[in-house]
């Protein structure tokens, strides 16, 4: 039950995965146990997340008992409070303790889902996501209920190619479809609204992370006036 070994990699460009966001600085993260079992984590931060693994984590996972996730991640957040708390260091903490949970359901052999209280014999919703309208209709001519593109800008620039996009997914796979938008954290409150209403007549069930995550007063306004659902901001 004891770490023998953790290691991060970032799988090359050329032979990624398909989907693995590699530009995202998405990375794997690998942990060996003394007894043979090997848990799988997704974590980010590229480079750095990969080096703040291998180094400060690196001392505090080695020889500790794989079983206990919780105390180990108190552990990993303590060490690094001095420059994380957030971004690179949590990611790099999100991906160890991803793979140490992936142990835990390995060494008790039950899918992980049971782990935390769910049921491998029910079925849940999910959705395709694009970053084009061609990728959100090819998603939705293939079976996919619901749909999820791209819908961001920066502050200031036209918002035309945008509110395009969302009319063309939703005029072509028709009223059914459960359409959404993620803006990926551009925009501010005033192009969030300004977007909101042009795209209000294509039902968007919801908008995604409009704002940066911190700025907590201007998703509270957005939740207050926008016409579409805001998700994200919490």
């Given at each position: 039950?004891?770490?023998?070994?953790?290691?991060?990699?970032?799988?090359?460009?050329?032979?990624?995965?398909?989907?693995?966001?590699?530009w995202m600085?998405?990375?794997?993260?690998?942990?060996?146990?003394?007894d043979g079992?090997?848990?799988?984590?997704?974590?980010?931060?590229?480079?750095?997340?990969?080096?703040?693994?291998?180094?400060?984590?690196?001392?505090?996972?080695?020889?500790?008992?794989?079983?206990?996730?919780?105390?180990?991640?108190?552990?990993?957040?303590?060490?690094?409070?001095?420059y994380g708390?957030?971004?690179?260091?949590?990611?790099?903490?999100?991906?160890?303790?991803?793979?140490?949970?992936?142990?835990?359901?390995?060494?008790?052999?039950?899918?992980?889902?049971?782990?935390?209280?769910?049921?491998?014999?029910?079925?849940?919703?999910?959705?395709?996501?694009?970053?084009?309208?061609?990728?959100?209709?090819?998603?939705?001519?293939?079976?996919?209920?619901?749909?999820?593109?791209?819908?961001?800008?920066?502050?200031?620039?036209?918002?035309?190619?945008?509110?395009?996009?969302?009319?063309?997914?939703?005029?072509?796979?028709?009223?059914?479809?459960?359409?959404?938008?993620?803006?990926?954290?551009?925009?501010?409150?005033?192009?969030?609204?300004?977007?909101?209403?042009?795209?209000?007549?294509?039902?968007?069930?919801?908008?995604?992370?409009?704002?940066?995550?911190?700025?907590?007063?201007?998703?509270?306004?957005?939740?207050?006036?926008?016409?579409?659902?805001?998700?994200?901001?919490?």
């Amino acid at each position: 039950m004891l770490i023998r070994n953790v290691r991060a990699l970032q799988p090359g460009i050329d032979n990624s995965p398909p989907g693995w966001r590699t530009w995202m600085g998405q990375i794997l993260v690998i942990v060996e146990t003394a007894d043979g079992l090997i848990g799988y984590g997704v974590g980010g931060g590229g480079k750095a997340g990969i080096h703040v693994i291998e180094t400060a984590l690196r001392q505090i996972l080695v020889g500790a008992d794989s079983t206990d996730v919780e105390a180990i991640w108190e552990e990993m957040y303590r060490s690094t409070l001095a420059y994380g708390r957030k971004g690179i260091a949590i990611m790099a903490i999100s991906g160890v303790d991803l793979a140490l949970w992936d142990l835990r359901a390995k060494r008790q052999k039950k899918p992980l889902v049971e782990l935390l209280g769910g049921t491998t014999d029910e079925s849940i919703p999910v959705y395709k996501t694009g970053s084009s309208a061609t990728e959100g209709i090819t998603a939705g001519k293939s079976g996919f209920s619901a749909v999820k593109i791209h819908a961001g800008v920066n502050p200031g620039q036209d918002l035309s190619a945008i509110v395009e996009g969302i009319r063309k997914v939703r005029e072509t796979l028709g009223p059914a479809l459960r359409l959404m938008g993620d803006a990926c954290m551009k925009m501010d409150v005033a192009t969030t609204l300004r977007l909101a209403e042009q795209l209000e007549p294509y039902d968007l069930y919801w908008l995604e992370e409009p704002l940066p995550p911190d700025d907590l007063e201007g998703y509270a306004r957005l939740r207050d006036e926008c016409p579409i659902p805001i998700a994200g901001g919490e």
